[in-house]
């Protein structure tokens, strides 16, 4: 299984940015998945997932109304769109299975499958 995120990068305050996370080895659709960020000396933050089959995608409150997650399940590939991009989402990004097959979003710290994630800097 690889998850392979990319389309970080640096960008202006109120920017905006597509992270795309290429998954192989699994069937999307099967498994719930999220995008985390990890940011130095701030803990790690779910900041979207989305259940296994039709689940329903939940946001972070600090992304509520900018960012917005998407499934291409035909392309086995996840996106997160992001708008209005601010500092403090300056972050490491990266995406992960969440619980088991065919689980919801409950289990967020469960995280079998896992990327290297793909940078994104945000200048004020």
């Known amino acids: 299984v690889q998850l392979v995120e990319s389309g970080g990068g640096l960008v202006q305050a109120g920017g905006s940015l597509r992270l795309s996370c290429s998954i192989s080895?699994?069937?999307?659709?099967?498994?719930?998945i999220a995008w985390f960020r990890q940011a130095p000396g701030k803990e790690r933050e779910g900041v979207s997932c989305?259940?296994?089959?039709?689940?329903?995608?939940n946001y972070a409150d600090s992304v509520k109304g900018r960012f917005t997650m998407s499934r291409d399940d035909a392309k086995d590939t996840l996106y997160l769109q992001m708008e209005n991009l601010k500092p403090e989402d300056t972050a490491l990004y990266y995406c992960?299975?969440?619980?088991?097959?065919?689980?919801?979003?409950?289990?967020?710290?469960?995280?079998?499958?896992r990327g290297q994630g793909t940078q994104v800097t945000v200048s004020s």
């Open positions: 992960a299975t969440v619980g088991s097959l065919g689980s919801s979003c409950k289990n967020m710290d469960t995280n079998i499958f």
């Open positions: 080895g699994l069937t999307l659709n099967y498994w719930a």
């Open positions: 989305v259940g296994s089959g039709p689940g329903m995608t």
